[in-house]
Every structure is written in C-alpha cells, then in structure tokens.
C-alpha cells in the first residue's frame, strides 16, 4: 500500500479563497483523522471520521472549517474563506479496524498552507 | 481533560551523546505511542507502551513506562545526526476516540 496520501503537499493562497485539501486513507481503514499542526500549539486533533461517518469534530476551530467523507477512500477538509493565521500544516491519518490502545495511526505526509 | 507535557521542548546534544526525553500525562495512560517527525514531512511511529513498567527498545531507541502509567521516557543511546527531529507521545484519551498529543521535543545533534 502507497500509505496515507495528501494533495497538495504545499497550498500557497490569498486571504479570503476558499482551500480545499484531500486525504486518500490507507485501504481498509476504517477512521481518519485530520490535524493542524502550528508551532504555538503543536499538533491538534480537527476531527476524525468512524466508516465515514464524522464522531468528533469539537477541534474544529470555526464555521470556516468543513470537513466530508463521501467514501471510504477519500476526505477533504476546506477552508472558507481561508485567513492568514490558517496558515499550518495539515495532516491526515488513518487507522485499521484493530484500532485501539494497541493500534498506531498512519499519518500522511501533510499539506503546507500559507495563507497570504 | 487530559494533557501530555513533553520535557525538553529542544535538546541539541553532540553526536555520541546519550539523551532522554520525557512524557508526562495529567491522567493515568491505557497506551503510549511514541512518534519522530522529520522536519517538514509525517509523523512516523516509533514504538508503544502499554504496561506499567514496560520497556521496548528498537535499535538505539528505547522507552519506558511507569508503574503508575503516567511517565513515559524516551532514551537515546549514542545520538547520531540522524536521531534529529521532533520526539512526541501520543495517547488515546479514555472514554472517547480522540488521540491527543504531547508538546513534542526539538532534537539537533550535532556532528
């Protein structure tokens, strides 16, 4: 498996345009997790999805935030409008129908947002 | 609610030199995950406690877990430059499904 795939790796974008960023979870995951990373707060926890299904998404830090699942193999998270203070980077991660406290997630190599 | 504390935030140490880093949770832990970051690339997992007094090691890498299930630390054995990178722990917060991560160590060691 090719693992966790994110697009695009870098998102470069003017205040107010609408981002929209893309996860493909490992085959046979069944939850995906979407995280902000900044260097004033480290690594939070936006929402995760259970069968596609969204169970928590108290991280997300406002309305300009949605987050789908329209299948197994796929989510995005969007940013509308995006603001300067976006600018993070956004990780995706996924975990197999084992999981639990002796599972780990399978993170996705990120997406660079910089909001201008 | 629960929160995870990493001690150091950086580290720069020599290369040769041993190092440890510390977890610590406000709660009593059901999982330890330990992850490296490369700069500006995922997260890797590294290794998983899950027992009070349980000690994994992988190659140079070794971490332990407290008897009380609130301590984890994470000891590096003759540092090389590619030990460098962001050490975080990560716990599944009981009750719920969420992961919640700790503050995360800056490590650089020098050739």
């Known amino acids: 498996d090719a693992g966790v795939i994110q697009s695009p790796r870098h998102e470069v974008t003017e205040m107010g345009q609408e981002v929209t960023l893309r996860c493909k979870p490992i085959?046979?995951?069944?939850?995906l997790f979407w995280y902000r990373q900044t260097m004033m707060r480290g690594l939070e926890l936006l929402i995760y999805?259970?069968?596609?299904?969204?169970?928590?998404d108290s991280g997300m830090p406002e309305d300009r935030f949605s987050a789908k699942m329209p299948n197994a193999s796929f989510s995005t998270l969007k940013i509308q409008p995006s603001e300067p203070r976006d600018s993070a980077v956004y990780f995706c991660?996924?975990?197999?129908?084992?999981?639990?406290?002796?599972?780990?997630?399978?993170f996705g190599p990120g997406t660079r947002l910089t909001v201008t | 609610s629960q929160e995870l504390e990493q001690s150091p935030q950086s580290l720069i140490v020599q290369e040769g030199k041993n190092l440890t880093i510390n977890c610590t949770s406000s709660?009593?832990?059901?999982?330890l995950y330990w992850y490296k970051q490369k700069y500006g690339e995922g997260l890797i997992f590294l290794m998983m406690?899950?027992?009070?007094?349980e000690e994994k090691s992988h190659e140079k890498i070794t971490a332990k877990l407290d008897e009380k299930k609130q301590q984890s630390s994470l000891h590096i054995t003759a540092s090389q430059p590619s030990h460098a990178g962001i050490y975080l722990c990560?716990?599944?917060?009981?009750?719920?499904?969420?992961?919640?991560f700790g503050t995360g160590t800056r490590l650089k060691v020098l050739a």
């Open positions: 991660a996924s975990i197999g129908v084992s999981w639990g406290p002796m599972s780990e997630q399978y």
């Open positions: 085959s046979g995951h069944d939850y």
């Open positions: 999805f259970n069968n596609n299904v969204p169970i928590d």
């Open positions: 709660k009593t832990l059901y999982g």
């Open positions: 406690l899950q027992k009070g007094g």
């Open positions: 990560g716990a599944f917060v009981p009750g719920t499904y969420k992961y919640i």
